[in-house]
């Protein structure tokens, strides 16, 4: 069975905090990205990557970074939290030239 | 611009009724790739379907169905006798690239709750 695994469901930090969000799949895909979700906006990219070492800026880049050392595993860095981050990220990953994303449970982040 | 509108924010309906979910596309790409996921309240996004920008034959899958017209830029997604397992955020999405590098434009979802 395909998984997509976030390693914090909820996550509660304070404004300025360095956040780490992991993410790993077992899917040998190429391709791996980071959204949030929030309320009345839907989906927004972040970051993906689709290889090692590899990575470009989604639609709303800024505020974060994103680290791919090995392929099955894609991280979201908040070097600073601030209150407007505070958001579901989900991750997501799919095989070159599928198409179709295989997502995480999500994590959900407050930043107080 | 690539976009996709779900114009529907959120519908209630009563279980055994059939529901319409409406998706409008908007890309200057001749192959891109059209997509329906659902989020039920566990928070996951599950792949409905996938259909590509040459394929407008309609498909039907157990109680689900979808419509793509190219004329129209739409691909709707219609539930017959809904149930209430099927509440849940449902997303439309577009392929950037033909669906190539993967990452999907979403709209905003559109929230079903099915009533008893």
């Known amino acids: 069975d395909v998984k997509v695994t976030q390693s914090s469901r909820y996550l509660v930090k304070r404004t300025g905090e360095k956040v780490f969000l992991e993410c790993v799949q077992d899917?040998?895909?190429?391709?791996m990205f980071w959204y949030r979700q929030d309320p009345g906006l839907g989906l927004r990219l972040i970051y993906f990557s689709y290889d090692v070492k590899m990575k470009e800026k989604g639609d709303i880049p800024e505020g974060y970074s994103v680290s791919r050392e090995k392929k099955e595993r894609f991280s979201l860095i908040l070097e600073s939290a601030s209150t407007n981050q505070t958001s579901m990220y989900l991750c997501?990953?799919?095989?070159?030239?599928?198409?179709?994303?295989?997502f995480g449970e999500g994590s959900r982040l407050t930043v107080l | 611009a690539q976009k996709v509108t779900q114009a529907q924010t959120e519908i209630s309906v009563v279980e055994k009724e059939d529901v319409t979910l409406d998706c409008v596309y908007e890309?200057?790409?001749?192959?891109?790739?059209l997509f329906w996921y659902k989020q039920p309240p566990s928070g996951e996004l599950v792949f409905l379907i996938r259909?590509?920008?040459?394929?407008?034959q309609n498909e039907i899958s157990g109680r689900y169905s979808w419509n793509f017209q190219k004329s129209t830029s739409s691909f709707n997604f219609t539930i017959t006798a809904s149930q209430v397992v099927d509440s849940a955020v449902y997303f439309c999405?577009?392929?950037?690239?033909?669906?190539?590098?993967?990452?999907?434009?979403f709209g905003k979802g559109t929230k079903l709750s099915v009533k008893p």
């Open positions: 997501a990953s799919t095989q070159l030239g599928a198409g179709e994303l295989f």
């Open positions: 259909r590509n920008s040459f394929d407008e």
């Open positions: 899917m040998d895909h190429e391709n």
């Open positions: 999405a577009l392929s950037l690239r033909g669906g190539s590098q993967g990452n999907l434009i």
């Open positions: 890309t200057r790409d001749t192959t891109y790739y």
